[in-house]
């Protein structure tokens, strides 16, 4: 059984930074590629930035070059490195635990809130 608790959001002012952290239980964390989503009110989820089990990433494009997704297979965690935060970064932001297969586990999301 694959469980993921995000941590690490909140409350910051425009041209801040957070790091939110992705914590992972059950085995072959390695292999799991891992994304990280967000879902603003009235809009669906979409993917901010996603690593694949060699490390390779993407990101969106509203986000590339101010936020850095890395992931470590000892501690089974995972990071999103979020600067420069903008008001319409402000969402709930989910960790996605996600096999070859399609599988997909999710966390409980945390709130990531951006002020003017």
């Known amino acids: 059984q694959v469980q993921v608790v995000e941590s690490g959001g909140g409350l910051v002012q425009a041209g801040g930074s957070l790091r939110l952290s992705c914590a992972a239980s059950?085995?072959?964390?390695?292999?799991?590629?891992i994304g990280w989503y967000r879902q603003a009110p009235g809009k669906q989820r979409a993917l901010v930035a996603q690593?694949?089990?060699?490390?390779?990433?993407r990101y969106a494009d509203s986000v590339k070059g101010r936020f850095t997704i890395s992931r470590d297979n000892a501690n089974k965690a995972a990071y999103l490195q979020m600067d420069n935060l903008k008001p319409e970064d402000t969402a709930v932001y989910y960790c996605?635990?996600?096999?070859?297969?399609?599988?997909?586990?999710w966390g409980q999301g945390t709130q990531v809130t951006v002020s003017s």
């Open positions: 690593i694949t089990s060699g490390g390779a990433t």
């Open positions: 996605a635990l996600q096999r070859s297969s399609g599988s997909t586990y």
């Open positions: 059950g085995s072959f964390f390695s292999a799991f590629a």
